[in-house]
Every structure is written in C-alpha cells, then in structure tokens.
C-alpha cells in the first residue's frame, strides 16, 4: 500500500495567492484529516471527513479555509487568500472506519507564503 | 483546562540503553491514548496506543504505561538505536472524539 499521499511536498507562494493541498487516502479508509503542524501551536487538528462528509471543521481558522472531499480517494484543503502566517506543514491522515484512532499520516506539505 | 503535555522537550541517550518519554494529560475522560513517532520530514508514524481498561501494553521493543491515578503516560523504548532518534508525540481522545496531541519530545540517541 502506497499510504497517504499528499502534493506537492512544497509549497512557495506570495501573499494573496490561491493556494490549494491535495491528499488521497489509504484505499479503504473512509475518515480523512487535515492538521497542520508549526512550532508554536503543534499539529492542530483542522477538519476532518467520515464518508466524504464534513463532521468536525471547527478547528478552520477562517473562511480563506476550506476544504472538499468529492470522493472517497481524494481530498483538497485550499487558502484564499493565503497570508504569511499560514505558513506551515499541513498533513492529510486516513483512519479505518469512523474512528480517530490509529491515523495514517502522509509525508506533508511545507507551505510557504512570502 | 484540557491539556496534553510533556514532562520533558528534549531526551539524549546512549545507543543501547532503554528510553524513557513521558507524557501528562489532564482530563480523566480520556480513554484512548496513543503515541506517534515523526521523523524529520516525515509525517507522524504510528507506535503504538493503549485504552484507559489497560495500564500497561507492550509491542516490538516499545511498552506504553498507562497511571490513570495521576494521569500520566509513559513509551519506554528498550535498547534505543539511532534509528529512534526522532519527535515523539502523545496524543489523547475523549469517546472518539478528536485526537489532541502533545508538544512533543525529541529524542537524540548518541552513538
């Protein structure tokens, strides 16, 4: 199994940019994650889905967040407009079930706004 | 408040001795406890997590201690190789709720 897979690895864009992560789960897992992790605040829990369905999003920052799930194999998380303060790494994890146990994480993406 | 925390930020050890990371959390309605290991670039991995019905679980080289008396958590890692060498985290749930994590502990195994 290939895991969680996320892209880019890197992200490097101007304040004011559209900036959008993309995630695919690990094949049967139907709950999906979005933390991002800095140094200040750890890895905050943003939202996650069960069964493509938004159940918890009250860790979003704002409304330049949001994210979909169009189906069971893929995830986006998009910042409009992206501010310099969101830079961070933000991971996608699956899970098995409705579970919040035993998360999968992929590898990241490190976001930079300048 | 609700909280889950670390004694200690960082940890060096000797290659070959046993590792001891701790970790305190503050509400008595966690019952799911679980610990991620995160390598430089990496995403957290899974090591291995416990329910508040157990005090104590073992896997491959790692055991978890669970003290609900005083709310306390420990990954005992045996025979440290530098291949342990990372971020451990613990993270904490509430009746499936969401996992809160720590700040976690950076291990360092000299050789």
């Known amino acids: ?114 | 408040g609700e909280s889950v925390g670390l004694h200690l930020p960082t940890l060096s050890v000797q290659e070959g001795d046993n590792s001891i990371i701790n970790c305190a959390y503050s509400n008595s309605a966690s019952d799911y406890f679980i610990w991620y290991k995160q390598e430089s670039g990496k995403g957290p991995q899974f090591i291995i997590d416990i329910r508040s019905n157990m005090d104590k679980r073992q896997g491959q080289r790692v055991t978890v201690l669970l003290n609900k008396t005083v709310k306390h958590l420990s990954l005992q890692i045996a025979a440290t190789q530098p291949g342990d060498s990372a971020v451990y985290f613990c993270a904490e749930s509430r009746q499936g709720g969401k996992l809160i994590f720590g700040q976690g502990t950076e291990l360092s195994v000299k050789p």
């Open chain 1, 1 to 114: 199994d290939a895991g969680v897979i996320q892209s880019p690895r890197h992200e490097v864009t101007e304040m004011g940019q559209e900036v959008t992560l993309r995630c695919k789960p690990i094949s049967g897992h139907n709950s999906l994650f979005w933390y991002r992790q800095t140094m200040m605040r750890g890895l905050e829990l943003l939202i996650y889905f069960n069964n493509n369905v938004p159940i918890d999003d009250s860790g979003m920052p704002e409304d330049r967040f949001s994210a979909k799930m169009p189906n069971a194999s893929f995830s986006t998380l998009k910042i409009q407009p992206s501010e310099p303060r969101d830079s961070a790494v933000y991971f996608c994890a699956s899970s098995f079930g409705a579970s919040n146990e035993k998360l999968f994480f992929g590898s990241g993406t490190q976001l930079s706004v300048l």
